[in-house]
């Protein structure tokens, strides 16, 4: 996935990453498969169905907490 520009400039991206850390969320950085610091990847191991979901809800809490403005549209972050 890709925080969008417009949202998440440079600063509000390693703040994303801190607010998931301090929740116990690991994803996995772009910059670990080539790509930009923006893009994040989400793992769908063999968590249990409850595990997963609240994981989506903290990096749905970090979105909306770390966007440097409100989205115009609900999709903050772009698919790669």
Same mark, same amino acid.
């Given at each position: 996935? @890709?925080?969008?520009?417009?949202? %998440?400039?440079?600063? +509000? *991206?390693?703040? &994303?990453?801190?607010? $998931?850390?301090?929740?116990?969320?690991?994803?996995?950085?772009?910059?670990?498969?080539?790509?930009?610091? @923006?893009?994040?990847?989400?793992? %769908?191991?063999?968590? +249990? *169905?409850?595990? &997963?979901?609240?994981? $989506?809800?903290?990096?749905?809490?970090?979105?909306?907490?770390?966007?440097?403005?409100?989205?115009?549209?609900?999709?903050?972050?772009?698919?790669?």
């Amino acid at each position: 996935m @890709r925080l969008e520009p417009s949202i %998440f400039d440079d600063p +509000a *991206v390693e703040h &994303f990453y801190e607010a $998931l850390t301090a929740q116990g969320v690991r994803v996995g950085r772009g910059t670990w498969f080539g790509d930009e610091a @923006r893009v994040f990847r989400i793992g %769908f191991g063999n968590l +249990a *169905v409850h595990d &997963f979901l609240t994981g $989506l809800e903290h990096v749905a809490s970090a979105l909306k907490a770390c966007g440097t403005r409100e989205p115009r549209r609900a999709d903050s972050v772009n698919h790669v």
